[in-house]
């Protein structure tokens, strides 16, 4: 609600318009992010001081590619903020529910003992070449290290910071190969709105094979609806705070960098 708003929205309703819709019994969210010291602890007190039902959705804003690289980097900055900026909260004890759902890396770890077992559950053999994003290549590197072949995926068609297996396409696993003559793909990635097995670049499984000349074996068991419905179970602040900010294994955790 401060100076960065204006910044990323010199053309947005003016705050105290703003805080008029917010006090309405139609509002059931409200979102904003971590930029800087008092910004995202700030704005969520002032809110709830209008309206205390709302959920208060929190974070960080991710870069993308092609945005303004002055916007990249406000975005970027609210990064090593966030901890400080949840525990302010946190510790003011809010009336609303408080959620942080905006960065890939702690939804991973919060949700580890869920993306561990759903691993187990698939039986690879040590030499399987399996596809993933950064986030999920970092538990799984941490608790499940030579189990398979994790093939780490840059998020290469949006850019910027994304770091979300369901976001990639079939393009950015193309520019991965090196060897590979086949590939297990979590169906999330080819069961995007764009049409059956394709991803959300409207690219077809068939087309990849063609192009690529290796067989792709999807994952029926990493779908969008466990992605969707259950690895959000844990996104409550209360839950970054106590088991990923004060989590004393995050220091490996971060240590961990993907091979792209």
């Known amino acids: 609600l401060g100076e960065y708003r204006q910044k990323l929205m010199p053309h947005a309703p003016s705050v105290k318009h703003l805080m008029k819709v917010l006090d309405g019994p139609a509002v059931s969210s409200a979102n904003f992010y971590a930029f ?6 700030t704005d969520a007190k002032t809110i709830s001081q209008v309206n205390a039902r709302c959920v208060l959705w929190m974070g960080c804003l991710t870069p993308v590619g092609g945005i303004p690289e002055a916007t990249g980097r406000l975005m970027r ?20 529910f408080t959620t942080i759902h905006t960065e890939a890396y702690v939804t991973a770890f ?19 070449p399996v596809v993933m994003a950064g986030s999920v290549h970092r538990i799984l590197t941490m608790f499940r290290k ?18 979300c297996t369901v976001l990639l ?11 590979e003559k086949y590939l297990y793909v979590p169906q999330c990635i080819v069961e995007s709105g764009r049409g059956a097995n394709r991803d959300i670049a409207g690219v077809h499984v068939d ?32 839950n970054y705070v106590e ?14 960098t993907s091979i792209a």
């Open 169 to 179: 396409t079939l393009n950015d696993i193309a520019r991965r190969l090196t060897n």
């Open 77 to 96: 900055q609210g990064r090593k903020h966030l901890a400080v900026e949840a525990e302010k909260i946190y510790d003011a004890g809010l009336p609303n």
């Open 243 to 256: 088991d990923y900010v004060r989590n004393p294994l995050i220091r490996s955790y971060e240590a961990i």
């Open 110 to 128: 919060l949700n580890r003992g869920r993306i561990i077992s759903l691993f187990d559950s698939l039986e690879l053999e040590k030499r399987d």
């Open 146 to 163: 030579n189990r398979a072949r994790f093939l780490h995926v840059p998020n290469a068609t949006l850019g910027g910071d994304s770091d």
């Open 36 to 41: 800087d010291e008092n910004t995202m602890s």
């Open 207 to 238: 087309d990849f094979v063609s192009k690529t000349g290796v067989k792709v074996r999807i994952l029926p068991k990493i779908s969008t609806k466990f992605a969707n419905n259950r690895l959000y179970r844990n996104g409550s602040l209360q």
